[in-house]
């Protein structure tokens, strides 16, 4: 290894918190991270890190050289993504955080398209619904869905994410279908985990909000297996159209209040705060914009997306 690839290693120590999780993230064994920080530091005759064999801290030398070499390497991946986008061959890897049902039905296609674009990079897919701390795992980016509320990150919007209110037609046939929000309160509602019902907001086409408390008859913390429990008749359920979409161009579940929709949602695209961002990470982001877009292509045949 030479300097740069030191200077990588020491902040990925840092960023990771220690040196046994630098090395699990670098794929490196403990002892070659450690002599790699030592080297360092005897190059620049400086204590970069504290460090014990329960713990490490920064040194305030440390520190002060952390935040000049992230601007280096900063311009180090910014010289190297204007050489890269001048031939468009995208190399390295990439480590990323995905949603398990959108990242199983829609970003595995979309990745596999981008691969065949860039067969030389390597890409690494964390399928989980877990929320990820990226800086910590070391990943290069991740998705989410829904709002965001960790400023420390960057983001950009990837595509809009609209939810269908929907029931099988042999429930509503027993049930009745509700007409006005209200009416969910008699019905056997099909929770997502986290989704909170009290006092569930749901607004209609004027943009007034209507409050519905609404108990769960059954909860899941998967949207799938919703989907599947909705099909056998088990009850109403509120699920993003990228899971739901197929079963309702097959008319196996039907739109109920089509007049109302939750508040809008978008999937985002998250990163670490860098001066520059590396063009491998701007290729997937555009590419993944480009192909989805504001009407990604789950939404075009379903009234959800015209409300």
């Known amino acids: 290894m030479g300097q740069l690839e030191d200077m990588h290693v020491f902040v990925r120590i840092v960023e990771a918190g220690s040196i046994t999780q630098a090395a699990d993230q670098l794929n490196l064994a403990k002892s070659a991270v450690s002599k790699r920080l030592g080297d360092l530091e005897s190059r620049l005759g400086s204590k970069l890190i504290n460090r014990t064999t329960r713990t490490s801290s920064i040194t305030e030398a440390g520190n002060q050289y952390y935040q000049r070499v ?16 001048k031939t468009e061959v995208l190399t390295g890897s990439l480590k990323m955080s995905v949603p398990l049902s959108f990242g199983i039905s829609h970003l595995t296609s979309a990745i596999d ?14 399928f989980s619904d877990r929320k990820v701390d990226i800086i910590e795992g070391g990943y290069d980016l991740a998705f989410r869905i829904g709002s965001l509320s960790d400023s420390s990150l960057q983001a950009r919007k990837i595509t809009p994410i609209r939810h269908a209110i929907c029931a099988s037609p042999d429930y509503l046939e027993r049930q009745g279908t509700p007409v006005a929000p209200q009416e969910l309160t008699a019905h056997k509602i099909l929770k997502y985990g986290h989704w909170p019902l ?29 989907k599947q429990l909705a099909l056998s008749g088990h009850g109403i359920t509120i699920l993003p159209t990228f899971i739901v979409w197929e079963a309702l161009e097959k008319k196996d579940l039907v739109l109920i209040l089509e007049n109302y929709s939750l508040p809008p949602m978008s999937a985002y695209v998250i990163y670490p705060p860098t001066r520059y961002l590396p063009h491998k990470v701007r290729s997937l982001i555009d590419f993944l914009i480009e192909r989805f877009g504001d009407v990604p292509y789950w939404d075009e045949s379903t009234e959800v997306s015209k409300n």
Request: with cysteine; charged share 15%; hydrophobic share 45%.
């Open 70 to 85: 992230k601007i280096l390497l900063g311009d180090v991946e910014s010289l190297n993504g204007e050489m890269a986008c």
């Open 113 to 126: 398209l981008f691969m065949r674009l860039h067969p030389e990079l390597s890409i690494n897919i964390d």
């Open 198 to 226: 009290a006092g569930m907001s749901l607004v209609d086409h004027t943009g007034q909000q209507h409050l519905v408390n609404v108990e769960a008859y059954l909860t899941a913390n998967n949207g799938d297996a919703l």
